[in-house]
């Protein structure tokens, strides 16, 4: 991979993660929607979040089982790792190997 495919990589995944987080989202949205529909609140007692919900390895057990309440918080991880992912692949472009093209004048004359 030269410095310029991993330039786009890098640059792509942030409006890559988020489309796909997006849809993610939408996707548990509609199921979410279609499951709930004319369904009244009952807002005289609370009831917290499901208990599949407090530990990642069980929301994405749910998540493949297409439970919309699952599916949502999915998307919602996938949008909170698309930066991290990006900050833990950025140091791999400087140690590709090739040359870095600088991108300031500065750096030019070094």
Do not use: W
């Amino acid at each position: 991979m030269t410095d310029r495919d991993m330039e786009h990589f890098i640059g792509n995944l942030p409006l890559i993660g988020v489309i796909t987080a997006a849809c993610i989202v939408a996707i548990g949205g509609a199921f979410y929607h279609c499951g709930r529909a004319g369904a009244v609140p009952r807002y005289g007692s609370f009831q917290g979040e499901p208990a599949f919900l407090e530990h990642v390895e069980q929301m994405m057990k749910a998540a493949a089982s297409l439970r919309s309440e699952a599916v949502i918080p999915l998307g919602l991880l996938v949008l909170i790792a698309v930066p991290i992912f990006r900050a833990r692949a950025a140091p791999f472009s400087y140690s590709s190997g090739g040359r870095l093209r600088a991108r300031d004048r500065f750096l030019d004359n070094a």
